[in-house]
């Protein structure tokens, strides 16, 4: 036995391959259609994520600092005028550290902490000096906060005794390689003989200038922080939760917690607003794509009067004939969703070959998630049954008899 | 004849524009029956109401007043869905241009009623469509469009089409109108051929009175009343 399909189909099927120019117009509109935006939402997803990506790549998702210090009124009674000025930060340990960060550790959504000791020193090797940020890490928990590991140019990240990694711009600025000796000095006097075994290349020049990492007991006693941490780093496994997470932490601890999400407010906000404008820009592609499809099956109700009314007097329901027309625009809704994804990977593909990065990368990956296609699918399909509501409504309400006479 | 009426008219009226000041009526009280296997001519001069009664009666329109029957069902009574049924089912229709589907082939278009009645097509459907196309001698083009026969064969088509659910009834408009006069004859032994064979009930609107005079009863219509009734003088 042959499989056949059901009235409604055969003869809609039938009517699109017979209006054949009329069929591939309202097709190519769509599949346009379609292939803008797959493409358009494919590429500014990547894009996006690329960016968020770098962004955090050098960064800690959230990263816990000890309250700022304010200075309070002896007299606290509203009948005196007092002049309050603001505190100098100086640098402070977070209280009780270790079961601040067990407690960030146990909070659900975080990955990773790793206690930091941050403070400014120098960087001297002869007559030059480079003023930079001095960073006491245990390496192996810092490198779950950034992935430093992907980033050595030279050695390995790994900080011991009074081994030191360095950014590639201070090693350039100072003509060190690996192995070589470098001095740091710190405001409070003290300062170190250190021995670079790692260089990195971070992809951002000012933290290649400033950053050294040396072990967290060597940057505790340089800084004067013996036992302390400056800053907890942490990692959360969805990134666009740090806020969240941020401020579950600050009210659980009342410490100074700031996520990347504020950090980067700008950003944020301008990643949000090319949301907004490819969200406008789908929008009217759909309403002219739904258009198209509208206006060029009204013609063809009028141009199928009397196969109308000819079915209609052989016993087809108003309901087969609405069906009939409904199907049409489904169909072309399918079709052109599947022609529009393999035209949006013929576009990446193409562009993905002209567009580069700085350093000759591809812009952007030529590949195209299953679930855009799957978006595609289900919105091209909505939109051709939708539209097609209007002609295939007229098309079940013509009288017959009219219908054949015309 | 003793065999009960397919279709029944009583007082039928059909008027157009009802309730503005073009109201017309078409038909004024129209009586008539037809019984099974009757084989019946309708004449009557242009724009005397044939073919707005040839609808009512094929289901297509409303009549305003009176009674419609078919196969003992008062129609009045039946909703929208349940006439569509009724039409498909039991009418088969050949009009004066055969009003074929030209998307589908011979076969396909002979298929289509049942197709429609049953929601698909089946391979019973196809079996009977082909004896059908066999029958008026067309089983060779069954797999071409309509646009590639000739007017005879595209009429042909077309009662073969009427023909598929073994109607109880075929309504013609004018069926052999646009053919020459042999193929017309050819055309119309066609439709006696299968009204004896099937003793279904024939109503064949015509003008041609050489034809009509070939049928059992010539019913006239004139200004939109049936102003004569009887065998044809033969």
Known sequence: MKFRLPFAPIVALRFLREGRMQTLLILAGTTGGVAVIVFLTQLITQLQAQIVDRVLGSQAHVVIRPAEEVNRRAIDDAGFASIVEPRAQRLRSIDQWENIARLAADMPGVTAVSPVVTGPAFAVRGQASKSVALMGVDAERYRRIVRMEEYMVAGRFAVEGTRAVIGSELAKDLGIRMDDKLRVALPNGRDELLQVGGIFDIGNKDLNRRWVFVTLPLAQSLLDLPGGVSNLDLTVADIFEAQPVADRLRGATSLNVESWMQTNAQLLAALRNQSVSNNLIRSFVVIIVALGIASVLVVSVVQKQKEIGILRAMGASRAMILQVFLIQGAVVGAVGSVLGSALAFTLLNVFSAIYRNADGQPLFAAELEPRFIAMAALVATAVGLLSALIPARRAARMDPVQAIRS | ?234
């Open chain 2, 1 to 234: 004849m003793s065999t009960a009426p397919v279709i029944e008219l009583a007082g039928l009226t059909k008027a157009y524009n009802l309730g503005t000041p073009v109201e017309t009526e078409v038909l004024h009280g129209i009586d008539l029956s037809l019984a099974e296997g009757e084989f019946a001519a309708l004449i009557g001069p242009s724009g005397s109401g044939k073919s707005t009664l040839l609808n009512i009666i094929g289901l297509l329109e409303r009549p305003t007043g009176g009674r419609l029957s078919i196969g003992g069902r008062d129609t009045a009574r039946l909703s929208e869905a349940e006439i569509t049924q009724l039409r498909g089912r039991s009418i088969g229709f050949v009009f004066q241009f055969h009003h074929l589907l030209p998307a589908f082939t011979a076969l396909e278009n002979v298929m289509m009623p049942s197709i429609i009645a049953r929601g698909r097509p089946d391979d019973a459907a196809e079996a009977t469509a082909l004896e059908l196309l066999d029958a008026v001698g067309l089983k060779a083009h069954a797999l071409k469009k309509p646009a590639e026969l000739s007017g005879g064969q595209q009429q042909r088509v077309a009662i073969a089409r009427a023909l598929a659910l073994r109607p109880r009834l075929i309504l013609a408009d004018e069926p052999t109108g646009n053919l020459d006069t042999h193929t017309a004859d050819d055309i119309f032994a066609l439709l006696r051929e299968f009204n004896r064979q099937s003793n279904c009930a024939c109503l064949i609107v015509t003008h041609d009175p050489r034809l009509a005079a070939r049928c059992d009863r010539i019913v006239q219509l004139v200004d939109g009343r049936i102003a004569d009734d009887g065998p044809a003088a033969g």
